[in-house]
């Protein structure tokens, strides 16, 4: 039994069923039917790939596997089995003799106030759909403004995280918005205005300073406006309040400081380490030798830095899913001998939009249009299938003009950002696994109340290593969020639970606190 389909969940499956030949029952509980290749969610968001074109199919590609369709909510070790929530709410168990927990990460949540409620995260397809069609939505109506403050306000767009998504997602929709200005010229000249901002001294703190720079570079000479050492004090439906004091005035704030490990992890009630479990170098749980853990929901042993564990990054995952694969045939008999965790990294890639990347495979450092060639063929290497698809849509994308239109297809309070499911949109009446509030058991430092709370630097854990493995954009990585303007969420830390609402009547995880705006409620596809 493997819960979660993520980078380490796919490996582990793909390379069990590889292994055991039809020898042994493989099961896959996971609550979408594909795979989600993360490092390219900011395409999806900006409209550069279709959104089928970074998902891939489980049943079509996991031969000998079988899928069920759901949520893990909760693990009983001594039982051996797995309760879980059907897509339609219905309820069932799963036995096992070996049992691989990959249920990967959720968004990290800081209590800072009105973050729940206004912020926008990118951890899942529903996410990426829905920010594109907000921010095409919000440069449309800023075209049609005749208060020119309130068109700025429109046109100006906050990612807070400069690690590898918030970077990504900025350097990509931030393209998007200028091509969307010159279609819809905005009054007085204005133009789309970016902040990118991290508590973090630089851009991408987690790699080579040549990096680190490069990426620099190419957003400042775009025109976004790149904050070290500031963060959000407080958001608001109107705008935001920085830690310097700064109040900017937007309707868009896109949360990309990092994950946390799945709510599940909690339930399972073993010894944790920063909210992961802790395991061996072979990936077993101790005293669980039926129970193995990998990618982000596992604090595995860093042998190749004694005393620490490898960080919630794709690339761990990917590769952990392998080695805990390969650990599983062994112990039943069906491959080879056991072996411990061991990495190796061989460089990382960045996509900063167009022909542009920072990238250093092999330790060579490259920007500009070689490293945006390096990035996009380490993509389409690592992809597990679409690459016919991906490479011809990035074709197209090179040689016709992008549509700029709203689908309509996820709503505001479909997405909110705490939520510990950001792969499945909210639907009416649909079940919901709680989420962990955000400050509390996941949290390594409670600030006192009257300090302010800031993203940890460099937001999400790093990925797109082009050694070889996929990796994922911290997202890889969540759930879009309610729009500033729209319904607010009501999942903010130290408030009450979400619920419906007279004046909300989806039975979704958020409720309106303050008045719509009107033309964000005239605009919202229904």
């Avoid at 999400?460 to 969540?478: D, F, L, M, S, Y």
């Amino acid at each position: 039994m493997i819960v979660g389909a993520g980078f380490a969940g796919y490996r582990a499956a793909r390379t069990l069923a590889r292994l055991t030949r039809d020898r042994a029952d493989i099961t896959v509980l996971n609550p979408t039917d594909y795979f989600l290749y993360l490092p390219l969610l900011p395409q999806v968001a900006a409209g550069v790939l279709e959104a089928r074109r970074v998902t891939v199919s489980l049943p079509g590609t996991l031969r000998g596997v079988r899928l069920v369709l759901g949520e893990a909510d909760g693990v009983d070790l001594d039982a051996r089995t797995v309760r879980y929530v059907d897509p339609e709410g219905g309820a069932g168990t799963l036995g096992y003799d070996r049992l691989v927990l990959a249920v990967g990460s959720v968004n990290k949540l800081l209590p800072i106030p009105g973050v729940a409620e206004h912020a926008h995260g990118f951890r899942g397809l529903p996410e990426a759909l829905y920010l594109r069609d907000h921010v095409t939505r919000q440069v449309e109506l800023a075209a049609a403004e005749e208060d020119t403050k309130s068109c700025a306000a429109r046109c100006t767009f906050v990612v807070v995280g400069a690690g590898y998504t918030g970077t990504e997602v900025a350097a990509h929709l931030q393209m998007l918005t200028d091509r969307l200005a010159r279609r819809h010229p905005l009054p007085g000249g204005l133009r789309p205005r970016w902040l990118l901002l991290d508590v973090a001294p630089r851009v991408l703190p987690e790699l080579d300073e040549r990096l680190s720079r490069t990426a620099d570079r190419v957003l400042r000479a775009r025109g976004v406006d790149v904050r070290m050492g500031t963060s959000v004090k407080e958001a608001m439906r109107d705008g935001v309040l920085l830690t310097d004091g700064e109040f900017v005035p937007s309707r868009t704030l896109v949360w990309c400081v990092g994950v946390r490990p799945d709510p599940l992890v909690e339930a399972v009630r073993q010894p944790l380490e920063h909210g992961r479990l802790i395991v061996d170098p072979f990936l077993r749980m101790p005293g669980r030798p039926d129970v193995f853990a990998c990618g982000d929901a596992a604090a595995v042993p860093d042998l190749e830095r004694p005393g620490s564990f490898t960080p919630m990054t794709a690339q761990h995952a990917w590769r952990q899913g392998r080695v805990a694969a390969e650990n599983v045939a062994g112990s039943l008999g069906l491959g080879r001998r056991r072996r411990p965790y061991r990495h190796r990294d061989l460089g990382f890639a960045v996509d900063l939009g167009g022909v542009r990347a920072a990238a250093n495979p092999f330790g060579i450092p490259l920007s500009g249009p070689a490293a945006g060639a390096v990035t996009r063929g380490y993509h389409l290497a690592a992809l597990p299938g679409n690459r016919v698809r991906v490479a011809a849509d990035w074709l197209l994308d090179a040689v016709l003009p992008r549509q700029g239109v709203q689908l309509g297809l996820v709503r505001a309070w479909s997405v909110p950002l705490d939520t510990a499911s950001p792969e499945l949109a909210r639907v009416p009446g649909g079940p919901e696994r709680p989420a962990v509030p955000a400050g509390e058991e996941l949290m390594t430092h409670k600030p006192r109340p009257e300090e302010p709370v800031k993203p940890e630097p460099g937001g999400e854990p790093a990925k797109n290593q082009p050694g070889g493995e996929p990796v994922k954009p911290e997202p890889g990585g969540e759930p879009a969020k309610n729009q500033p303007g729209g319904e607010p969420a009501k999942n903010q830390p130290g408030g009450e639970p979400a619920g419906a609402g007279p004046d909300h009547p989806a039975p979704g995880p958020v409720k309106r606190t303050d008045p719509a705006d009107p033309a964000d409620r005239a605009n919202e596809p229904d």
